[in-house]
């Protein structure tokens, strides 16, 4: 395992609490949703500051076209049919980039030997841009190709519908406003075996319009993702099919991916098929379906990430699958989930299901460390009641579980529903999804240490007043809740290690990543609307 384990084992709590909720009251005081990243433009005072680049086959220039506030580019400069070959800046202007086809970067390779990653076109973005697309249109990187999107606190990168970023009129919970960003990685997927993959006939097809992915190296870089918001995804590219906010497709762990957000998405948030991208402070707001959803053999790290659901229309907020009956297809899927907190509004008949937390399916594996999955917030201010909190799905998965392949430590889970066992039998000698958390059961699940479950959240005090960092002593209304810390870096100190997404280390220091401005519609008000 990637990661070290305790200075000591703690005591378990399983309690019911009475009284009145405790919990600060949570409103939106704001519908709209449009970013002002607004700086001044460093353009050099040229008539046309719109990205523009040089055709290889005829030479002319392609540039797009101003109207003194927004750029905007037809097929001829970029569409499906005629993907960039080119290396491509995209400047800051304070108005929009428009997009009125696919913004695809690279050629789709579907047979033969697909680019080695960063051998193709680059697209960069520079800090505070705003890129706008309409309708089925969408942001497409190819194998071999990469993309460079490095905002910063104060100059986050956007990219949206054209409802919300030109015509001002999308409201917060808009969905299917554009497609969403999908890239293409040369990683491991395991739908490919190994002779697909030493003979160069890996080529997974991937959601949205035909482009493919999948290889043999695991650590490509298709690029670098910092500070960027992408929001209301979701248009359905091909007929059953919508595309998520961020979707990577066999994605290696040589691309950097941090500090990102995903904001009202029909879909899931981000989703990982196969690969072994890491991804490091998620922001997923208001995503109808998984805010983090992962198969195919996909063994990155995700973390940490703070999940606030829809108060209306949400499904979970890990939704984690391997690959069903076919369970001997290798790598085996097994991320890392480390420091999520899990806000669901506990609301059923969402448009994809029921507001929930993590489910763990179809024989994928798993390892969650110190996180909080808390369904408080919509019991005591949307008065819903809760739903499970985690749940494991299928015997398979509890087989593998069971057998140790998958962990969950120093992770505390508080609802009315913390856990659910799908099947009786679907943990060995019929344990239950509780004693493993808890290591109660009829056998030994030794690394699962450190955990605590809450099972009434109507007097549990678990945040700070602002709602979402986690407490240094969370209480379960009365008495303390005792959770010990995984070493989640294997340094052999846990004294570092925090509880959720954002908390206060054994030093009482808080490392606040979503503060500095970079995030959109998000502070201690804005969480749900009763």
Known sequence: MRFGFFAAVSIFVLVGCGGGGSDVEINANDNSTTNDNSVTNGGGGSNNPCANYTDPASNTVQQGSFDGTNCTYDSAFVGADNPLEVNLTVPFITGAHIFNDVLQVGVNVDSGEAPAGGTGAVLTIEAGATLAFAD?????????????????????????????????????????????????????????????????????????????????????????????????????????????????????????????????????????????VNVENLLAMYVRDDSIDWTDGYIGTVGPALVIHNPTDANRCVEGDGDGDNLGLTPTTNPTLINLTCIPSNFDGGTHGDSEGIVLRRGTQATILNSVLYDGHGLNELSQTGNELLEVNDDSTGQLAGDGDSVIAGTLLAGAEPTKTQDPATFPNGDTVLQWVTDTGSVSYPNNVGNAVVTDTAAAVIFETNGYQTLAAPTDGVNPITITLADTDGDGDTSDEFLGAVGPDGDGDVDDWTAGGWTFGFDSTVYFIP
């Not at 091909?238 to 961020?246: H, R, S, T, V, Y």
């Open 136 to 276: 089925d249109d969408y942001l497409l990187v190819n194998r071999g190709s990469q993309i460079m999107a490095v905002g910063s606190p104060t100059r986050p990168i956007t990219i949206t519908g054209f409802a919300d970023a030109v015509s001002g009129t999308a409201g917060q919970f808009d969905v299917s406003l554009w497609g969403g960003v999908v890239i293409n990685g040369n990683g491991i997927t395991s739908q490919c075996d190994d002779a697909a993959r030493t003979n160069n006939n890996c080529h997974e097809l991937s959601e949205g319009k035909p482009s493919n992915f999948g290889g043999a190296v695991n650590d490509e870089s298709s690029g670098h993702l910092e500070y960027v918001v992408v929001k209301h995804t979701g248009f359905e590219a091909a007929p059953g099919d919508e595309l998520n906010g961020i979707t990577f497709n066999a994605v290696g762990s040589g691309t950097i991916v941090r500090n990102i957000q995903v904001y009202s998405t029909f879909d899931d948030g981000v989703e990982f098929f196969g690969g072994a």
